[in-house]
Nanobody, 121 residues
Framework: QVQLVESGGGLVQPGGSLRLSCAASGRILSINLMGWYRRAPGKQRELVAAITSAGRTNSAEFAKGRFTISRDNAKNTVSLHMNSLKPEDTAVYYC???????????????WGQGTQVTVSS
């Protein structure tokens, strides 16, 4: 069984910063892609940023220049540093990872439970 556990959400004022973390655990053989998605009220889920095991990153336009994704392959963790937060960044943020678990030949997508980020004065 593989689990993703997120932490770090909360309430922050506009212009503030937050750091989200996600740890993968369980019968993990390898992790390819790790990333963060978000779903704002009334909107579809969207990609925020993703990072490969080699460190290549891909970010949504709204995240560029403000959000930084990083990962620690040894600890199976991924983090999202968010700066200059805006009210429109308010959403539930979900960790995602493409993991091949022990006993499987192919990777599967796993999701965290989500963490609320609220940007408001």
């Amino acid at each position: 069984q593989v689990q993703l556990v997120e932490s770090g959400g909360g309430l922050v004022q506009p212009g503030g910063s937050l750091r989200l973390s996600c740890a993968a655990s369980g019968r993990i053989l390898s992790i390819n892609l790790m990333g963060w998605y978000r779903r704002a009220p009334g909107k579809q889920r969207e990609l925020v940023a993703a990072i490969t095991s080699a460190g290549r990153t891909n970010s949504a336009e709204f995240a560029k220049g403000r959000f930084t994704i990083s990962r620690d392959n040894a600890k199976n963790t991924v983090s999202l540093h968010m700066n200059s937060l805006k009210p429109e960044d308010t959403a539930v943020y979900y960790c995602n990872a493409r993991i091949t678990d022990r006993g499987s030949y192919y990777p599967s997508d796993y999701w965290g439970q989500g963490t609320q980020v609220t940007v408001s004065s």
